[in-house]
Protein backbone atom coordinates (compact mmCIF):
# COMPACT_ATOMS: atom_id res chain seq x y z
CA UNK A 1 0.00 0.00 0.00
CA UNK A 2 1.36 3.60 -0.68
CA UNK A 3 2.36 5.73 2.23
CA UNK A 4 2.66 9.31 1.74
CA UNK A 5 6.37 10.30 3.38
CA UNK A 6 5.20 13.88 3.52
CA UNK A 7 2.16 12.53 5.91
CA UNK A 8 4.68 11.07 8.20
CA UNK A 9 7.10 14.06 8.27
CA UNK A 10 3.81 15.89 9.47
CA UNK A 11 2.83 13.39 12.00
CA UNK A 12 6.55 13.84 13.82
CA UNK A 13 5.05 17.74 14.25
CA UNK A 14 2.33 17.04 16.39
CA UNK A 15 2.47 16.82 20.20
CA UNK A 16 4.12 13.74 21.36
CA UNK A 17 1.40 12.62 23.25
CA UNK A 18 -0.40 12.25 19.74
CA UNK A 19 2.23 10.83 17.37
CA UNK A 20 1.70 7.29 18.04
CA UNK A 21 -1.89 7.10 17.87
CA UNK A 22 -1.70 9.50 14.83
CA UNK A 23 0.67 6.94 13.18
CA UNK A 24 -2.12 4.26 13.61
CA UNK A 25 -4.89 6.36 12.20
CA UNK A 26 -2.85 7.20 9.19
CA UNK A 27 -1.94 2.84 8.63
CA UNK A 28 -5.68 2.41 9.12
CA UNK A 29 -6.20 4.92 6.62
CA UNK A 30 -3.80 4.01 4.28
CA UNK A 31 -5.13 0.02 4.59
CA UNK A 32 -8.52 1.11 3.73
CA UNK A 33 -7.77 3.46 0.95
CA UNK A 34 -5.83 1.13 -0.95
CA UNK A 35 -3.82 1.80 -3.78
CA UNK A 36 -5.86 4.28 -5.39
CA UNK A 37 -5.92 7.01 -3.21
CA UNK A 38 -3.50 8.69 -0.95
CA UNK A 39 -4.55 10.47 2.20
CA UNK A 40 -2.09 12.78 3.57
CA UNK A 41 -1.36 15.23 6.29
CA UNK A 42 -1.55 18.95 4.84
CA UNK A 43 -0.99 20.14 8.51
CA UNK A 44 -0.45 19.54 12.22
CA UNK A 45 2.10 21.74 14.19
CA UNK A 46 1.24 25.11 12.76
CA UNK A 47 3.09 28.27 14.79
CA UNK A 48 1.16 30.85 16.17
CA UNK A 49 2.63 33.32 13.21
CA UNK A 50 1.33 31.19 10.89
CA UNK A 51 -2.14 30.99 12.35
CA UNK A 52 -2.39 34.96 12.49
CA UNK A 53 -1.21 35.15 8.57
CA UNK A 54 -4.14 32.49 7.99
CA UNK A 55 -6.71 34.90 9.83
CA UNK A 56 -5.63 37.23 7.83
CA UNK A 57 -6.74 36.11 5.11
CA UNK A 58 -10.61 37.46 3.87
CA UNK A 59 -9.87 39.90 6.59
CA UNK A 60 -6.88 41.94 5.69
CA UNK A 61 -5.20 40.35 2.96
CA UNK A 62 -6.95 39.10 -0.40
CA UNK A 63 -9.02 35.56 -0.44
CA UNK A 64 -11.88 34.18 1.10
CA UNK A 65 -11.82 33.32 4.96
CA UNK A 66 -10.24 29.82 5.92
CA UNK A 67 -10.45 30.31 9.47
CA UNK A 68 -12.10 31.91 12.46
CA UNK A 69 -8.87 30.82 15.26
CA UNK A 70 -6.26 33.75 15.68
CA UNK A 71 -3.02 32.72 16.65
CA UNK A 72 -3.08 31.05 19.90
CA UNK A 73 -6.88 30.00 19.36
CA UNK A 74 -5.97 26.84 17.00
CA UNK A 75 -5.34 23.08 18.44
CA UNK A 76 -3.26 23.42 15.38
CA UNK A 77 -1.08 25.61 17.38
CA UNK A 78 -0.41 22.95 19.90
CA UNK A 79 0.00 20.04 17.82
CA UNK A 80 -3.59 18.74 18.31
CA UNK A 81 -5.11 18.88 15.03
CA UNK A 82 -4.54 17.80 11.52
CA UNK A 83 -6.08 18.68 8.24
CA UNK A 84 -6.26 16.78 5.74
CA UNK A 85 -6.26 16.36 1.41
CA UNK A 86 -6.96 13.13 -0.66
CA UNK A 87 -5.01 12.50 -3.79
CA UNK A 88 -6.05 10.05 -6.46
CA UNK A 89 -4.16 7.66 -8.79
CA UNK A 90 -6.12 8.69 -12.27
CA UNK A 91 -4.13 6.71 -14.52
CA UNK A 92 -2.82 3.75 -12.37
CA UNK A 93 0.92 4.75 -12.56
CA UNK A 94 1.56 6.08 -8.87
CA UNK A 95 1.36 9.19 -9.71
CA UNK A 96 -0.99 10.75 -7.11
CA UNK A 97 -1.53 14.22 -8.72
CA UNK A 98 -5.09 14.97 -8.59
CA UNK A 99 -5.92 16.82 -5.16
CA UNK A 100 -9.32 16.45 -4.45
CA UNK A 101 -11.98 17.40 -1.21
CA UNK A 102 -14.45 16.09 -3.09
CA UNK A 103 -16.47 14.16 -0.22
CA UNK A 104 -18.10 12.05 -2.27
CA UNK A 105 -15.74 10.23 -4.33
CA UNK A 106 -15.31 6.43 -4.06
CA UNK A 107 -11.81 5.98 -6.03
CA UNK A 108 -10.79 2.50 -4.15
CA UNK A 109 -14.47 1.53 -5.55
CA UNK A 110 -15.19 -0.50 -2.09
CA UNK A 111 -18.77 0.78 -1.77
CA UNK A 112 -17.84 3.49 0.87
CA UNK A 113 -17.21 7.46 0.17
CA UNK A 114 -13.11 7.89 0.39
CA UNK A 115 -13.67 10.71 2.78
CA UNK A 116 -16.16 9.39 4.87
CA UNK A 117 -13.90 6.24 5.25
CA UNK A 118 -11.29 8.78 6.48
CA UNK A 119 -13.26 10.30 9.05
CA UNK A 120 -14.68 6.91 10.35
CA UNK A 121 -11.05 6.11 11.17
CA UNK A 122 -10.27 9.53 13.16
CA UNK A 123 -13.51 8.86 15.04
CA UNK A 124 -13.22 5.32 16.04
CA UNK A 125 -9.98 6.85 17.60
CA UNK A 126 -12.09 9.81 19.26
CA UNK A 127 -10.72 12.61 17.26
CA UNK A 128 -13.45 15.53 16.40
CA UNK A 129 -14.02 15.84 12.73
CA UNK A 130 -14.77 19.74 11.54
CA UNK A 131 -17.53 18.41 9.60
CA UNK A 132 -19.57 18.30 12.13
CA UNK A 133 -18.95 22.15 13.73
CA UNK A 134 -21.93 23.92 14.38
CA UNK A 135 -20.87 27.42 12.54
CA UNK A 136 -17.89 26.88 10.73
CA UNK A 137 -17.91 23.57 8.63
CA UNK A 138 -14.06 22.57 8.46
CA UNK A 139 -14.17 19.31 6.16
CA UNK A 140 -10.61 18.77 6.28
CA UNK A 141 -9.98 19.38 9.58
CA UNK A 142 -9.46 16.68 13.16
CA UNK A 143 -8.48 17.68 16.27
CA UNK A 144 -7.76 15.89 19.53
CA UNK A 145 -7.91 18.50 22.54
CA UNK A 146 -7.03 15.61 25.27
CA UNK A 147 -8.80 17.10 28.14
CA UNK A 148 -8.16 20.76 27.01
CA UNK A 149 -9.66 24.09 25.93
CA UNK A 150 -8.04 26.51 23.89
CA UNK A 151 -8.43 28.93 27.09
CA UNK A 152 -5.98 26.55 29.55
CA UNK A 153 -3.60 25.78 26.28
CA UNK A 154 -3.02 29.25 25.81
CA UNK A 155 -2.60 30.31 29.72
CA UNK A 156 -0.10 26.97 29.46
CA UNK A 157 1.16 28.36 27.06
CA UNK A 158 2.00 32.11 27.51
CA UNK A 159 2.96 30.90 31.21
CA UNK A 160 6.07 28.89 29.35
CA UNK A 161 4.79 25.22 30.51
CA UNK A 162 6.49 23.60 27.52
CA UNK A 163 9.05 20.96 27.28
CA UNK A 164 12.23 21.84 25.22
CA UNK A 165 10.56 21.53 22.38
CA UNK A 166 7.86 24.23 23.04
CA UNK A 167 4.94 21.38 23.29
CA UNK A 168 2.53 22.64 26.57
CA UNK A 169 3.14 20.35 28.99
CA UNK A 170 -0.23 18.51 29.09
Known amino acids: MPSDKITIERIALLHPKLRDE ?14 KVICRFTHTLRTIAEQNKLYAIGRTTAGKIVTNAKGGESYHNYGLAIDIVLMHDNNNDWIYETIS ?35 FKDYPHFEKNLGYNISKLKSLYNAKKVDKNNYVLI
Not at 22 to 35: M, P, R, T, W
Open 101 to 135: YNRELDKDNDGQKDWQEVVNIFKKYNWKWGGDFKT
Open 22 to 35: ALSIYEEIVEALGD
